[in-house]
């Protein structure tokens, strides 16, 4: 089942109940390292900021200029580096009648009046809380120019203040995957390179980290990559997935019965067919929502496992736990959405309209050994959905208006 959708966002509501549970990671070797950190250094651009969706928006639109179609071509190569090494990759990939530098000069206007559109990555906002507010000395340090990376935080509130060091990639001779701006970073935060963690968006910012001495998180941009990550102590599908207590940093403190509140995000449309597996593969009928119609909110998404609110127009509202991504155990050839109402129909609701409330995340997406595994964890994950969604936050969510009131087409 699918669904044409309508995006809203609503305030958080504060987390009233503080558990912590065991996080699930996803990681290249059996356990990430553990040994203790005092500081920590990270990455701005895919790490913290969503900088490449606005980076799309402006090259579609100049690309265009030339007779080329933006496609996405040789993201994986341009991940990490410098503007002009970037510049240059993208000029030679899409055969463009112009130098990296002119390159350069046509476009940056258009970057620097489309920063402001630039969102935090999820989790990011809680990350710098929550070690700015323990005390954990942080550096920013991203191979962007360092006006371009303070025209970025000007938009961030409170982002800049949290930071004890800035660094750009203009400030050292070589940019990532040297190491040098992380061990300029350590230098001016006084602290010894083993005492520092890395977290990291792009191969070439996890080598810098490991070539400086570092142990280093990484948080894949390009989630089909993540088995390139090797050199990675720990590779995570996103921030909600980090255990700060792993590395001796102090842990949060906000998880609720297995489950993370997250600010709620709405959506809803009509449902329609989606691949027939849920009930025929896994005896667990989905009301897909339709990734084309969804494309936008869903880049804005971590991947993984949630909870929520579903209500169906003309029956009523019922619990969700829904999973976003490319489910490993399928292989996607896209990004989607699968939402589990719980609770027994007697029929199809095809054509009915369907609105979601998602308040909670439970896992990072996984790759099981066997489609009883799968089937298994799903049912974990509607054991803490039903539990969670009983408790505060998320009980509040059960009557907002949005679940009751039929959406304009």
């Known amino acids: 089942m699918?669904?044409?959708?309508?995006?809203?966002?609503?305030?958080q509501v504060s987390a009233a109940v503080k558990t912590l549970r065991h996080l699930h990671f996803t990681r290249m070797d059996n356990a990430c390292t553990t040994q203790s950190k005092s500081h920590v250094l990270l990455d701005l651009d895919g790490t913290l900021l969503d900088t490449d969706s606005v980076a799309e928006e402006v090259l579609k639109e100049f690309l265009a200029?030339?007779?080329k179609q933006w496609d996405g071509r040789g993201d994986e190569k341009r991940l990490g580096k410098r503007p002009l090494e970037a510049a240059a990759l993208i000029v030679e990939d899409y055969q463009?009648?112009?130098?990296?530098?002119q390159f350069m000069t046509e476009i940056w206007p258009s970057f620097?009046?489309?920063?402001c559109k630039a969102k935090?990555?999820?989790?990011?906002?809680?990350?710098i809380k929550h070690l700015h507010?323990?005390?954990?000395?942080?550096?920013?340090?991203?191979?962007?120019?360092?006006?371009?990376?303070?025209?970025?935080?000007?938009?961030?509130?409170?982002w800049k203040e949290s930071f004890s060091v800035i660094i750009g990639g203009d400030e050292v001779e070589e940019g990532k995957p040297s190491p040098q701006i992380f061990l300029e970073a350590a230098k001016k935060l006084q602290a010894e390179p083993p005492s520092c963690l890395v977290i990291e968006d792009s191969l070439v910012g996890v080598t810098a980290g490991k070539a400086a001495g570092m142990e280093v998180v990484a948080v894949p941009s390009i989630k089909k990559q993540a088995s390139l990550y090797t050199e990675a102590n720990c590779v995570l599908n996103c921030l909600f997935d980090l255990r700060p207590e792993r590395w001796g940093l102090p842990p949060f403190e906000d998880w609720i019965a297995n489950s993370l509140p997250i600010e709620p995000w709405y959506i809803g449309g009509p449902v329609i067919k989606g691949f027939g597996r849920g009930s025929k593969i896994l005896g667990i009928p989905t009301a897909n929502l339709s990734a084309d119609e969804?494309?936008?909110?869903?880049?804005q998404q971590a991947c993984g496992v949630y909870l929520g609110w579903a209500g169906l127009s003309t029956r009523g509202i019922y619990k969700m736990v829904m999973s976003i991504g490319w489910n490993p155990f399928f292989d996607n050839t896209k990004k989607t959405i699968e939402p589990w109402l719980l609770h027994e129909f007697d029929e199809d609701f095809y054509g009915e309209e369907l609105r979601l409330v998602v308040v909670g995340y439970i896992r990072p997406e996984a790759k099981f050994p066997s489609l009883e595994a799968l089937i298994e964890k799903i049912h974990e994950d509607r054991r803490i959905a039903e539990e969670a969604l009983d408790l505060l936050p998320?009980?509040?969510?059960?009557?907002?208006?949005f679940l009751r009131t039929a959406l304009s087409t």
């Open 294 to 299: 969804l494309s936008s909110t869903l880049a």
């Open 394 to 401: 998320y009980s509040q969510y059960q009557d907002v208006p």
């Open 2 to 11: 699918w669904l044409k959708p309508r995006f809203f966002l609503y305030p």
């Open 120 to 127: 935090p990555l999820p989790g990011a906002v809680r990350l």
């Open 65 to 67: 200029k030339y007779g």
């Open 112 to 115: 620097e009046n489309m920063w």
């Open 96 to 101: 463009l009648p112009c130098t990296a530098q």
């Open 133 to 158: 507010s323990h005390g954990v000395p942080m550096a920013l340090a991203s191979n962007s120019p360092r006006k371009n990376i303070e025209e970025k935080l000007f938009y961030q509130q409170g």
